[in-house]
């Protein structure tokens, strides 16, 4: 597998020589300074990768061409932004990036309630806590139906925190959850939030899952043309919340899609972390199944707790086996190069890593810290080569 980074441009403290320390040859990165659904102008392709070239790496994946919520929707200008999705999977294809990722995710992108979880060992991780959704979702936000989504018991709990909540608390809440994301310009205030969820009242799972469907009728030939691959990431986390729909958190809803969008370049990103937030989802067993069309793997892991609210684990230290899952995708690799296929390496970065040692009090985008990836890649890099070694017989 290749050994990718997540980069996010010029103003991420963590610069591209620090990923070429880290021994990743790969960068995951997009154009984070045109990310409304515009089209991406040739020049400016360029200019980011020859930009990654001169630090001596390759710009493997774009993480993400953003899909606006007109196109999600089916409304607005839904015809234009698409048009423009189809101009962007051209640009990067011609200036040689060919694995695409994107999510489809309503409003929301990742979720956690937490961005400095302590743990144990001193350092800090990512967490979601239902309980903490509750309080948002039922006393702050007020969402009308919000009842039925939460059983009697968070309900009660919720209310209990929310009473001992100070008005900062809540601020803080409100901000993680409605108006915080790295590399997003756009922001919402709490009415614009409930006016986008009053959006989504009008569309179920289904027509959600329709409207996926479309989409990629619609842009998945391009990028077949173009010999670029999409990968659509997984919800995060891979169930409801707020009450908007979900179409990709369990190995049916991958199923469905690959059955009503068979195209080869219409593929998945495997996230062991989004999916494994479910204790429905088999990692092993999902990319064994979906093996031939993931196209791109984010490597991280969960630790489930009681309720269903979950936090990141040390890589290899979740409920996810992650090992299983590396030697799955590496088996995968194996039959692609037998079949001649030019996508055999399937690129992998490390997701999600703590927050440790002396990145701790410095300035990072939450969950992309150095010195946490830094771990994590050394670690299923050892795995890998372990597998490797096995597998050509050089240990047993």
């Known amino acids: 597998m290749q050994e990718t980074w997540r980069w996010f441009g010029p103003d991420d403290t963590v610069q591209l020589s620090h990923i070429a320390q880290a021994g990743a ?43 606006a919520e007109e196109i999600k929707t089916r409304s607005g200008d839904f015809r234009q932004r698409i048009a423009d999705y189809q101009r962007s999977i051209e640009a990067v294809a011609r200036a040689g990036v060919k694995t ?50 939460h059983p009697p018991e968070r309900r009660q709990r919720a209310e209990q925190r929310f009473k001992a909540m100070a008005e900062s608390d809540i601020a803080d809440l409100e901000h993680l959850l409605i108006d915080w994301l790295p590399a997003r310009e756009f922001v919402y205030d709490r009415a614009g939030f409930q006016k986008m969820l009053d959006v989504y009242k009008a569309i179920p799972p289904d027509g959600l899952r329709a409207n996926l469907i479309e989409f990629l009728n619609e842009v998945a030939p391009v990028a077949a043309a173009a010999g670029a691959r999409l990968c659509i990431h997984p919800d995060d986390p891979a169930f409801p919340i707020f009450g908007l729909p979900r179409v990709m958190s ?37 990319a064994e199944e979906f093996g ?32 299983g899952v590396v030697a799955s995708l590496m088996r ?22 703590h927050l440790l040692i002396d990145d701790i009090g410095k300035t990072v985008n939450p969950g992309y810290s150095c010195i946490g990836r830094l771990k994590g890649l050394a670690e299923l890099r050892g795995v890998m080569r372990t597998v490797a070694a096995f597998r050509e017989g050089r240990v047993r």
């Not at 069309?293 to 040390?314: K, M």
């Not at 194996?334 to 390496?345: K, L």
């Open 100 to 149: 695409i990722c994107y999510n489809f995710m309503a409003i929301t992108d990742w979720t956690r309630t937490d961005l400095m979880y302590r743990l144990p060992t001193g350092g800090y991780a990512l967490r979601f806590d239902h309980t903490d959704i509750a309080v948002y979702d039922l006393f702050v936000l007020r969402r009308p139906g919000a009842e039925a989504d």
């Open 25 to 67: 040859s790969g960068v995951v990165t997009a154009l984070h300074h045109i990310n409304q659904g515009q089209a991406w102008p040739d020049a400016e392709v360029l200019a980011r990768k020859r930009q990654i070239e001169a630090a001596g790496l390759s710009w493997s994946v774009v993480e993400s061409i953003a899909v």
């Open 332 to 353: 995968e690799e194996e039959r692609r190069g037998a079949e001649g296929r030019a996508d055999a390496i399937i690129p992998m970065r490390p997701d999600h890593g």
């Open 250 to 286: 369990t190995a049916d809803d991958v199923r469905q899609l690959f059955a009503a969008v068979p195209e080869p370049a219409s593929g998945l990103t495997l996230c062991t972390g989004a999916f494994g937030c479910n204790p429905r989802n088999d990692l092993v067993a999902m």
């Open 292 to 323: 031939p069309r993931i196209h791109f793997a984010h490597l991280r892991n969960t630790r489930h707790e009681g309720d269903g609210s979950f936090h990141e684990a040390e890589h290899l230290d979740g409920n996810t086996d992650l090992i």
